[in-house]
Protein backbone atom coordinates (compact mmCIF):
# COMPACT_ATOMS: atom_id res chain seq x y z
CA UNK A 1 0.00 0.00 0.00
CA UNK A 2 1.24 3.53 -0.62
CA UNK A 3 2.20 4.92 1.92
CA UNK A 4 1.87 9.17 1.57
CA UNK A 5 -0.17 11.33 -0.96
CA UNK A 6 1.34 13.63 -2.97
CA UNK A 7 -0.15 16.56 -4.31
CA UNK A 8 1.20 19.04 -7.27
CA UNK A 9 -0.60 22.12 -6.75
CA UNK A 10 -0.78 25.44 -9.02
CA UNK A 11 -2.08 29.00 -8.28
CA UNK A 12 -2.25 32.10 -10.90
CA UNK A 13 -5.06 34.16 -9.42
CA UNK A 14 -3.60 36.91 -9.63
CA UNK A 15 0.48 38.51 -10.12
CA UNK A 16 1.92 35.19 -8.49
CA UNK A 17 2.97 32.10 -10.28
CA UNK A 18 3.02 29.65 -8.20
CA UNK A 19 3.43 25.57 -7.94
CA UNK A 20 3.87 23.09 -4.65
CA UNK A 21 4.55 19.85 -4.00
CA UNK A 22 2.66 18.39 -0.68
CA UNK A 23 2.46 16.09 1.57
CA UNK A 24 0.06 14.43 3.08
CA UNK A 25 -1.57 17.85 3.32
CA UNK A 26 0.73 19.45 5.81
CA UNK A 27 4.29 18.82 4.62
CA UNK A 28 5.21 21.42 2.32
CA UNK A 29 8.02 19.65 -0.31
CA UNK A 30 8.82 22.81 -2.35
CA UNK A 31 7.14 26.05 -2.56
CA UNK A 32 7.62 27.98 -5.76
CA UNK A 33 6.63 31.21 -6.59
CA UNK A 34 7.58 33.69 -9.05
CA UNK A 35 6.14 37.00 -8.22
CA UNK A 36 5.66 39.81 -11.01
CA UNK A 37 5.35 42.81 -8.07
CA UNK A 38 8.12 44.48 -9.47
CA UNK A 39 6.44 44.46 -13.38
CA UNK A 40 2.98 45.87 -11.79
CA UNK A 41 4.59 48.42 -10.04
CA UNK A 42 5.55 50.09 -12.77
CA UNK A 43 2.19 50.53 -13.29
CA UNK A 44 0.93 51.64 -9.26
CA UNK A 45 -1.20 48.23 -9.42
CA UNK A 46 -2.00 44.75 -11.35
CA UNK A 47 -2.62 45.06 -15.22
CA UNK A 48 -4.84 42.09 -15.59
CA UNK A 49 -3.55 41.35 -19.08
CA UNK A 50 0.16 41.67 -18.18
CA UNK A 51 0.04 38.88 -15.37
CA UNK A 52 -1.96 36.40 -17.99
CA UNK A 53 0.84 36.76 -20.24
CA UNK A 54 3.30 36.54 -17.68
CA UNK A 55 1.53 33.41 -15.74
CA UNK A 56 2.10 31.80 -19.37
CA UNK A 57 5.62 32.40 -19.42
CA UNK A 58 6.61 31.23 -16.01
CA UNK A 59 4.39 28.47 -15.08
CA UNK A 60 5.81 25.67 -16.89
CA UNK A 61 9.03 26.18 -15.60
CA UNK A 62 7.87 27.21 -11.85
CA UNK A 63 6.38 23.53 -11.71
CA UNK A 64 8.98 21.82 -13.29
CA UNK A 65 11.09 23.72 -10.08
CA UNK A 66 8.72 22.84 -7.59
CA UNK A 67 8.78 18.83 -8.88
CA UNK A 68 12.97 18.34 -8.83
CA UNK A 69 13.07 21.20 -5.35
CA UNK A 70 10.89 18.49 -4.13
CA UNK A 71 13.00 15.78 -5.51
CA UNK A 72 9.88 14.34 -7.49
CA UNK A 73 8.79 13.15 -10.40
CA UNK A 74 5.10 13.39 -12.01
CA UNK A 75 4.39 10.01 -11.79
CA UNK A 76 4.85 10.59 -8.01
CA UNK A 77 2.07 12.56 -8.05
CA UNK A 78 -1.95 11.35 -6.65
CA UNK A 79 -3.21 14.48 -7.73
CA UNK A 80 -3.14 17.68 -9.62
CA UNK A 81 -4.70 21.20 -7.96
CA UNK A 82 -5.30 24.08 -9.16
CA UNK A 83 -6.77 27.23 -7.58
CA UNK A 84 -10.25 27.80 -9.93
CA UNK A 85 -11.52 30.96 -8.60
CA UNK A 86 -12.33 33.51 -7.44
CA UNK A 87 -9.52 36.00 -8.88
CA UNK A 88 -8.54 37.63 -12.14
CA UNK A 89 -10.51 34.62 -14.95
CA UNK A 90 -7.70 35.13 -17.04
CA UNK A 91 -4.94 34.39 -14.93
CA UNK A 92 -7.24 31.53 -12.97
CA UNK A 93 -7.33 30.67 -16.58
CA UNK A 94 -3.29 29.82 -17.13
CA UNK A 95 -2.94 27.44 -14.44
CA UNK A 96 -6.28 25.80 -14.59
CA UNK A 97 -5.57 25.08 -18.27
CA UNK A 98 -2.41 24.13 -17.25
CA UNK A 99 -3.75 21.67 -14.33
CA UNK A 100 -5.76 20.15 -16.97
CA UNK A 101 -3.13 19.33 -19.93
CA UNK A 102 -0.87 17.69 -16.94
CA UNK A 103 -3.97 15.78 -14.92
CA UNK A 104 -5.18 14.44 -18.75
CA UNK A 105 -1.51 13.47 -20.16
CA UNK A 106 -0.51 11.94 -16.71
CA UNK A 107 -3.48 10.41 -15.68
CA UNK A 108 -3.73 12.03 -12.72
CA UNK A 109 -6.85 13.18 -10.83
CA UNK A 110 -7.29 16.98 -10.83
CA UNK A 111 -8.69 18.80 -7.67
CA UNK A 112 -9.85 22.44 -7.89
CA UNK A 113 -9.55 24.70 -5.10
CA UNK A 114 -11.41 27.58 -4.15
CA UNK A 115 -8.47 30.42 -3.17
CA UNK A 116 -9.62 31.38 -0.13
CA UNK A 117 -10.11 28.03 1.67
CA UNK A 118 -6.52 27.89 0.28
CA UNK A 119 -5.58 30.88 2.60
CA UNK A 120 -7.03 29.51 5.48
CA UNK A 121 -5.81 25.91 4.83
CA UNK A 122 -2.36 28.21 5.30
CA UNK A 123 -2.67 27.48 8.42
CA UNK A 124 -2.36 23.86 8.95
CA UNK A 125 1.06 23.94 7.22
CA UNK A 126 3.24 24.72 10.51
CA UNK A 127 0.27 24.83 12.83
CA UNK A 128 0.52 20.20 13.14
CA UNK A 129 -1.95 20.63 15.80
CA UNK A 130 -4.52 22.82 14.22
CA UNK A 131 -7.94 21.16 13.62
CA UNK A 132 -11.36 22.55 12.90
CA UNK A 133 -13.67 24.01 14.41
CA UNK A 134 -11.88 27.18 15.08
CA UNK A 135 -12.55 31.02 14.04
CA UNK A 136 -10.70 32.68 10.83
CA UNK A 137 -9.65 35.75 10.00
CA UNK A 138 -9.43 36.07 6.09
CA UNK A 139 -8.09 39.56 5.08
CA UNK A 140 -6.36 39.74 1.72
CA UNK A 141 -6.11 41.88 -1.19
CA UNK A 142 -9.67 41.28 -2.69
CA UNK A 143 -11.32 39.62 0.42
CA UNK A 144 -12.30 40.20 3.78
CA UNK A 145 -13.79 37.30 5.68
CA UNK A 146 -14.83 36.48 9.46
CA UNK A 147 -15.82 32.70 9.26
CA UNK A 148 -15.93 29.12 11.59
CA UNK A 149 -14.08 27.00 9.99
CA UNK A 150 -16.83 24.18 11.08
CA UNK A 151 -15.01 21.29 9.14
CA UNK A 152 -12.39 20.92 6.47
CA UNK A 153 -13.64 22.87 3.36
CA UNK A 154 -17.18 23.69 5.70
CA UNK A 155 -17.10 27.53 6.42
CA UNK A 156 -19.77 29.67 8.06
CA UNK A 157 -19.75 33.61 7.13
CA UNK A 158 -20.11 35.38 10.29
CA UNK A 159 -19.21 38.78 8.90
CA UNK A 160 -17.75 40.26 5.35
CA UNK A 161 -16.83 43.47 4.30
CA UNK A 162 -19.77 46.04 2.87
CA UNK A 163 -17.20 47.57 0.50
CA UNK A 164 -13.39 47.73 0.19
CA UNK A 165 -11.18 44.69 1.25
CA UNK A 166 -8.61 44.95 3.95
CA UNK A 167 -5.67 44.73 1.47
CA UNK A 168 -7.26 47.38 -0.61
CA UNK A 169 -7.15 49.91 1.77
CA UNK A 170 -4.00 49.38 2.25
CA UNK A 171 -2.87 49.19 -1.27
CA UNK A 172 -5.36 52.54 -1.67
CA UNK A 173 -4.00 54.46 1.01
CA UNK A 174 -0.59 53.69 0.35
CA UNK A 175 -0.92 55.10 -3.19
CA UNK A 176 -2.81 58.25 -2.34
CA UNK A 177 0.26 58.67 0.53
CA UNK A 178 2.88 58.25 -1.94
CA UNK A 179 4.61 55.11 -0.86
CA UNK A 180 4.03 52.60 -3.77
CA UNK A 181 2.53 49.22 -4.70
CA UNK A 182 1.92 46.84 -3.17
CA UNK A 183 0.82 49.08 -0.05
CA UNK A 184 0.54 46.70 2.77
CA UNK A 185 4.16 46.02 3.21
CA UNK A 186 4.79 49.76 2.75
CA UNK A 187 2.77 51.00 5.37
CA UNK A 188 4.01 47.99 7.85
CA UNK A 189 7.50 49.40 7.31
CA UNK A 190 7.08 53.14 7.87
CA UNK A 191 4.26 52.69 10.45
CA UNK A 192 7.25 51.30 12.66
CA UNK A 193 8.54 55.08 12.69
CA UNK A 194 5.13 56.51 13.22
CA UNK A 195 3.37 57.39 16.01
CA UNK A 196 -0.32 55.06 16.00
CA UNK A 197 -1.75 57.45 18.23
CA UNK A 198 -1.12 60.81 16.24
CA UNK A 199 -4.37 61.01 14.44
CA UNK A 200 -7.73 59.27 15.29
CA UNK A 201 -9.84 57.63 12.57
CA UNK A 202 -12.91 56.45 12.22
CA UNK A 203 -13.85 53.20 12.90
CA UNK A 204 -16.52 52.27 11.36
CA UNK A 205 -19.45 49.93 12.69
CA UNK A 206 -21.40 48.63 9.99
CA UNK A 207 -26.00 49.05 11.51
CA UNK A 208 -27.19 45.80 12.40
CA UNK A 209 -24.37 43.14 11.38
CA UNK A 210 -21.70 43.50 14.21
CA UNK A 211 -19.43 41.38 12.33
CA UNK A 212 -19.49 43.26 9.12
CA UNK A 213 -16.73 45.82 7.94
CA UNK A 214 -16.09 48.79 5.87
CA UNK A 215 -12.99 50.38 5.53
CA UNK A 216 -14.26 53.11 2.62
CA UNK A 217 -15.03 55.57 5.44
CA UNK A 218 -11.38 55.16 6.57
CA UNK A 219 -10.11 55.55 3.61
CA UNK A 220 -12.00 58.38 2.64
CA UNK A 221 -11.02 59.86 5.85
CA UNK A 222 -7.59 59.59 5.37
CA UNK A 223 -7.71 61.25 1.55
CA UNK A 224 -9.51 64.37 3.84
CA UNK A 225 -6.45 64.51 5.88
CA UNK A 226 -3.91 64.72 2.92
CA UNK A 227 -6.39 67.38 1.04
CA UNK A 228 -6.53 69.18 4.41
CA UNK A 229 -3.49 69.74 4.52
CA UNK A 230 -2.07 70.44 0.97
CA UNK A 231 -4.45 73.37 1.13
CA UNK A 232 -3.12 74.51 3.90
CA UNK A 233 0.64 73.87 3.11
CA UNK A 234 1.14 71.83 6.09
CA UNK A 235 3.88 68.78 5.28
CA UNK A 236 2.37 65.44 6.52
CA UNK A 237 4.04 63.32 8.75
CA UNK A 238 3.61 60.22 6.58
CA UNK A 239 5.03 57.30 9.31
CA UNK A 240 2.33 58.57 12.04
CA UNK A 241 -0.41 58.87 8.92
CA UNK A 242 0.50 55.13 8.05
CA UNK A 243 0.99 54.77 11.47
CA UNK A 244 -2.85 56.07 12.40
CA UNK A 245 -4.29 54.29 9.67
CA UNK A 246 -3.15 51.20 9.89
CA UNK A 247 -3.97 51.15 13.90
CA UNK A 248 -7.47 52.16 12.94
CA UNK A 249 -7.64 48.62 10.36
CA UNK A 250 -6.12 46.61 13.03
CA UNK A 251 -8.24 47.60 15.61
CA UNK A 252 -11.49 46.71 13.92
CA UNK A 253 -10.10 43.46 12.87
CA UNK A 254 -9.24 42.58 16.23
CA UNK A 255 -11.89 43.85 18.10
CA UNK A 256 -14.47 41.82 15.47
CA UNK A 257 -12.52 38.68 15.44
CA UNK A 258 -12.56 38.65 19.22
CA UNK A 259 -16.20 39.31 19.62
CA UNK A 260 -17.01 36.41 16.96
CA UNK A 261 -14.66 33.82 19.38
CA UNK A 262 -16.38 34.66 22.23
CA UNK A 263 -19.55 35.26 21.36
CA UNK A 264 -19.57 31.35 19.75
CA UNK A 265 -16.99 30.04 22.58
CA UNK A 266 -14.22 29.12 20.38
CA UNK A 267 -10.42 28.94 21.99
CA UNK A 268 -8.71 29.15 18.52
CA UNK A 269 -8.39 31.70 16.35
CA UNK A 270 -6.69 31.95 12.99
CA UNK A 271 -5.81 34.44 10.58
CA UNK A 272 -5.46 34.26 7.39
CA UNK A 273 -4.44 35.82 3.84
CA UNK A 274 -1.78 38.57 3.00
CA UNK A 275 -2.78 41.32 5.51
CA UNK A 276 -2.25 38.51 7.68
CA UNK A 277 1.40 39.18 7.56
CA UNK A 278 1.33 42.92 8.96
CA UNK A 279 3.36 43.06 11.64
CA UNK A 280 0.43 45.24 13.93
CA UNK A 281 -2.18 42.44 13.29
CA UNK A 282 -0.04 39.93 14.47
CA UNK A 283 1.02 41.74 17.63
CA UNK A 284 -2.30 43.15 18.13
CA UNK A 285 -4.35 39.89 18.11
CA UNK A 286 -1.72 37.84 19.81
CA UNK A 287 -1.86 40.16 22.27
CA UNK A 288 -5.62 40.22 22.82
CA UNK A 289 -6.04 36.16 22.23
CA UNK A 290 -3.96 35.89 24.92
CA UNK A 291 -6.17 38.07 26.95
CA UNK A 292 -8.97 36.20 25.91
CA UNK A 293 -7.48 32.66 27.01
CA UNK A 294 -7.73 32.17 22.92
CA UNK A 295 -5.32 29.81 21.08
CA UNK A 296 -3.72 32.48 18.27
CA UNK A 297 -2.94 30.34 15.22
CA UNK A 298 -0.99 32.24 11.57
CA UNK A 299 0.77 31.33 8.87
CA UNK A 300 4.32 32.47 8.37
CA UNK A 301 4.57 35.58 5.81
CA UNK A 302 5.29 33.26 2.78
CA UNK A 303 2.07 31.18 3.43
CA UNK A 304 -0.01 34.40 3.97
CA UNK A 305 0.34 35.58 0.90
CA UNK A 306 -0.22 33.84 -2.50
CA UNK A 307 1.45 30.65 -2.54
CA UNK A 308 0.77 27.18 -3.91
CA UNK A 309 1.43 25.03 -0.82
CA UNK A 310 -1.85 26.56 0.46
CA UNK A 311 -3.57 25.19 -1.96
CA UNK A 312 -2.11 21.76 -1.85
CA UNK A 313 -3.04 21.54 1.82
CA UNK A 314 -6.96 22.44 0.98
CA UNK A 315 -6.22 19.88 -1.67
CA UNK A 316 -5.54 17.26 0.55
CA UNK A 317 -8.99 17.67 2.91
CA UNK A 318 -10.58 17.65 -0.79
CA UNK A 319 -9.10 14.70 -2.51
CA UNK A 320 -9.49 12.48 1.12
CA UNK A 321 -13.35 13.54 0.65
CA UNK A 322 -13.28 11.59 -2.83
CA UNK A 323 -13.35 15.50 -4.28
CA UNK A 324 -12.23 15.21 -8.76
CA UNK A 325 -13.50 17.68 -10.90
CA UNK A 326 -13.67 16.88 -14.48
CA UNK A 327 -12.28 18.20 -17.90
CA UNK A 328 -15.24 20.50 -18.16
CA UNK A 329 -13.32 22.79 -15.04
CA UNK A 330 -13.16 26.26 -15.72
CA UNK A 331 -11.73 29.11 -13.90
CA UNK A 332 -14.67 31.35 -11.89
CA UNK A 333 -13.62 34.89 -11.05
CA UNK A 334 -16.79 35.26 -8.57
CA UNK A 335 -16.56 31.81 -7.10
CA UNK A 336 -18.13 32.30 -2.86
CA UNK A 337 -16.31 31.09 -0.15
CA UNK A 338 -17.96 27.33 0.61
CA UNK A 339 -19.23 27.33 -3.06
CA UNK A 340 -18.49 24.46 -5.26
O1 LIG B 1 -3.64 37.20 -0.13
P1 LIG B 1 -2.93 38.09 -1.07
O2 LIG B 1 -1.47 37.79 -1.38
O3 LIG B 1 -3.66 38.19 -2.43
C1 LIG B 1 -5.07 38.14 -2.54
O4 LIG B 1 -5.62 37.03 -2.50
O5 LIG B 1 -5.64 39.24 -2.60
O6 LIG B 1 -3.06 39.55 -0.45
C2 LIG B 1 -2.48 40.66 -1.05
C3 LIG B 1 -2.80 41.84 -0.18
C4 LIG B 1 -2.38 43.17 -0.80
O7 LIG B 1 -3.44 44.07 -0.68
C5 LIG B 1 -1.19 43.58 0.06
O8 LIG B 1 -1.03 44.98 0.15
C6 LIG B 1 -1.57 42.99 1.40
O9 LIG B 1 -2.13 41.73 1.08
N1 LIG B 1 -0.41 42.81 2.27
C7 LIG B 1 -0.25 43.45 3.44
C8 LIG B 1 1.01 43.07 3.94
N2 LIG B 1 1.57 42.20 3.07
C9 LIG B 1 0.68 42.05 2.04
N3 LIG B 1 -1.05 44.31 4.09
C10 LIG B 1 -0.61 44.82 5.25
N4 LIG B 1 0.59 44.52 5.80
C11 LIG B 1 1.43 43.65 5.19
N5 LIG B 1 2.60 43.35 5.73
ZN1 LIG C 1 -4.75 35.52 -2.09
Not at 114 to 138: S, T
Request: glycine share 10%.
Amino acid sequence: MKENTYILAIESSCDETAASVVMDGRTVLSNVISSQIALHTLYGGVVPEIASRKHIEKINQVIETALSEAGKTLEDMDAIAVTYGPGLVGALLVGVAEAKAIAYASGKPLVGVHHIEGHIAANFIENKDLEPPFICLVVSGGHTHLVVVKDYGEFEILGRTRDDAAGEAFDKVARAIGLGYPGGPKIDKVSKEGNPNAIVFPKAKVEGAIYDFSFSGLKSSVLNYLNHAKMMGETVNEADLAASFQKAVVDVLVDHAILAAKEYGFDKLAIAGGVASNSCLRAGMAAACEKHGIQFYYPSPIFCTDNAAMIGCAAYYEYKKGVRHGWDLNAVPNLKLGER
